[in-house]
Nanobody
Framework: QVQLVEAGGGLVQAGASLRLSCAASGRTSSCYLMAWFRQAPGKEREFVSSITWTIGRTDFADSVKGRFTIARDNAKKTVYLQMNSLKPEDTAVYYC???????????????????WGQGTQVTVSS
């Protein structure tokens, strides 16, 4: 089992920055791939970014490329999502996810992931 706890959400104005964190505990050595998804009111959950735990290979949704970065701290077993130049359309609940086994397929499909955090709210006002 892997437990994921997100933090860092909040209410900010457009153009501001936030850094989300996702702390993993339990069998963290089994997290091959970690990702951030988000779900806005009335919309489906969508992929934001992912990173492989070992070599740090990253991927991003087109909507956040150039504004968001993702990083991991192996010692702290934590993944970070740095969000810059936030827009009102970034408003959503952000979820951290973990895939426990090797995967080279589509990282943007939420069905790929085995474990999920409880989510953290990000609200961007205009």
């Amino acid at each position: 089992q892997v437990q994921l706890v997100e933090a860092g959400g909040g209410l900010v104005q457009a153009g501001a920055s936030l850094r989300l964190s996702c702390a993993a505990s339990g069998r963290t050595s089994s997290c091959y791939l970690m990702a951030w998804f988000r779900q806005a009111p009335g919309k489906e959950r969508e992929f934001v970014s992912s990173i492989t735990w070992t070599i740090g290979r990253t991927d991003f949704a087109d909507s956040v490329k150039g504004r968001f970065t993702i990083a991991r701290d192996n010692a702290k077993k934590t993944v970070y999502l740095q969000m810059n130049s936030l827009k009102p359309e970034d408003t959503a609940v952000y979820y951290c996810a973990c895939r426990s086994t090797f995967w080279m397929g589509n990282q943007k499909d939420e069905g790929v992931y085995d474990y999920w955090g409880q989510g953290t709210q990000v609200t961007v006002s205009s």
